[in-house]
């Protein structure tokens, strides 16, 4: 049972365009939400994460936006480069009682930014 | 952020052999992870890596096919048992640094013939 599903599965932009990712989860016992950023051959790589009691979180070029009441999250990327092209992850955290975590990922989005 | 190594990257194992992975992290770190990726897939968890005690495997997973051990707080390793084709993965260990932060490591390319 998927507990994040994520949209699109890939997306095309042009070069300075602002791509946006939705991520939707089910299950309210979440502590925070990472958005990862992999690039093939590579380990996924934290780009920002975002806690439920906060609705907006910026770092950079990268915003993530957090409907709590409707389960939803999304990653916006401004002014988008060509060097942005990547596969995302949009993640959920739960923390356990004894303080460990376990990440649950949505299925990717493919990003291509062309120049 | 942290800054974590795996052996090997890559390896083509024969069927039925076994293959430990390791993880080295530059930091002492209290929580270590093994998740598993199939080609163009998401991440699953496979288990968490407890030092002093027992691994903590997820639903799917269990001891007898990815045994892990956790000697020390910078070191964890992921043995692959008795593998099959199915088994041809990146095998990923990330570390939790801080709150809301987990890392990963650049992952170990798996093929099994």
């Known amino acids: 049972q998927q507990q994040v599903k994520q949209s699109p599965q890939s997306l095309i932009v042009q070069k300075g365009g602002i791509p946006i990712i939705n991520c939707a989860y089910e299950n309210t016992a979440f502590d925070y939400f990472p958005w990862y950023q992999q690039f093939p051959g590579k380990g996924p790589a934290l780009l920002i994460a975002?806690?439920?009691?906060?609705s907006e979180k910026k770092e950079g070029r990268f915003t993530i936006s957090f409907n709590k009441s409707a389960k939803q999250f999304s990653l916006h990327i401004m002014d988008s480069q060509p060097g942005d092209s990547a596969t995302y992850f949009c993640?959920?955290?739960?923390?356990?009682?004894?303080?460990?975590?376990?990440?649950?990922f949505g299925k990717g989005t493919k990003l291509t930014v062309n120049p | 952020s942290a800054v974590i190594s795996q052996k090997p990257s890559r390896d083509i194992c024969q069927r039925g052999t076994s293959l430990t992975i390791q993880c080295q992290v530059d930091s002492q770190v209290t929580m270590m992870f093994w998740y598993r990726q199939q080609p163009g897939q998401s991440l699953t968890l496979i288990a968490t890596a407890n030092q002093g005690s027992e691994a903590t495997y997820e639903s799917g997973f269990v001891i007898d096919k990815f045994p892990i051990s956790r000697p020390n707080l910078t070191f964890s390793t992921l043995t692959v048992s008795n593998m099959s084709p199915e088994d041809s993965s990146i095998y990923l260990c990330?570390?939790?640094?801080?709150?809301?932060?987990?890392?990963f490591g650049p992952g170990t390319r798996l093929t099994v013939t």
């Open positions: 993640a959920a955290c739960h923390i356990t009682q004894g303080g460990s975590e376990k990440l649950v």
């Open positions: 975002i806690r439920p009691d906060v």
């Open positions: 990330s570390v939790k640094k801080a709150p809301y932060e987990q890392y």
